[in-house]
């Protein structure tokens, strides 16, 4: 069975801090990768897709170790609006996409 | 920004009626799929659709669902004679190919209620 693992949750930080959350993947063939935000209620949308060992977009930071089947997501200098449920998403079929049960991120004043 | 639409926003229905939630995907993609997220749950995959075919499914895409394309830019998923279990947010997304090298974007959802 193909599975994606995430941090439960959730993560309170206040404003400007640094937060990391962890998934692992147990599909060994997956080749990409992504992180999606979903906001209370609403659909997921793509936050980052990450290929190779890494990606970087402003603040965010996706990394990949393969080896070990592990995805990371860094977000620098947290802002209010960052505040939503990060989804770790690994492709596990041709066309199908097992999504991670996501990691509540809380950013207060 | 082109977007992914869908039909409506809201559905309560009672046990055992047929359902229809209609999308309409981003008009140059040729992949289309639907997801569903029970409430306090994961994501999960239903049913992709690529030519006018199904190309893969879940197990939860039993025999009482159904997709069709009825027309060129329409994507319908029919629920036959829903459960209490139905009771979810349907997704639709579409993408420009497959997913191991494209994104899915995703539409905002049809909250059904099955009562």
């Known amino acids: 069975r193909k599975e994606v693992e995430q941090d439960p949750g959730p993560f309170n930080v206040p404003e400007g801090a640094t937060v990391a959350f962890n998934c692992t993947y147990s599909?060994?063939?997956?080749?990409?990768f992504f992180w999606y935000r979903q906001d209370c209620r609403k659909e997921p949308k793509l936050l980052m897709s990450?290929?190779?060992s890494g990606n970087e977009d402003g603040r965010f930071t996706a990394q990949l170790n393969r080896a070990s089947q592990y995805i990371s997501l860094l977000i620098r200098d947290s802002k209010l609006s960052d505040s939503a449920t990060y989804l770790c998403?690994?492709?596990?079929?041709?066309?199908?996409?097992?999504f991670g049960k996501g990691t509540m991120l809380l950013v207060s004043p | 920004e082109p977007e992914v639409t869908q039909t409506p926003s809201h559905q309560v229905t009672q046990m055992g009626q047929e359902v229809i939630l209609r999308c309409v995907p981003i008009?140059?993609?040729?992949?289309f799929y639907w997801y569903r997220q029970i409430l306090g749950q994961k994501v999960e995959f239903l049913v992709s659709?690529?030519?006018?075919?199904?190309?893969?499914k879940s197990e939860i895409f039993d025999d009482q669902f159904s997709v069709e394309r009825p027309d060129g830019s329409n994507f319908t998923l029919k629920i036959r004679s829903t459960k209490l279990e139905d009771s979810a947010m349907y997704f639709c997304?579409?993408?420009?190919?497959?997913?191991?090298?494209?994104?899915?974007?995703f539409g905002p959802g049809t909250r059904l209620l099955v009562l």
């Open positions: 990450v290929y190779s």
């Open positions: 997304a579409s993408s420009e190919a497959r997913v191991a090298e494209e994104t899915q974007y």
């Open positions: 008009s140059n993609h040729l992949y």
């Open positions: 659709f690529y030519n006018n075919e199904i190309s893969e």
């Open positions: 599909n060994s063939a997956s080749q990409s």
């Open positions: 998403v690994v492709p596990s079929g041709y066309s199908t996409l097992t």
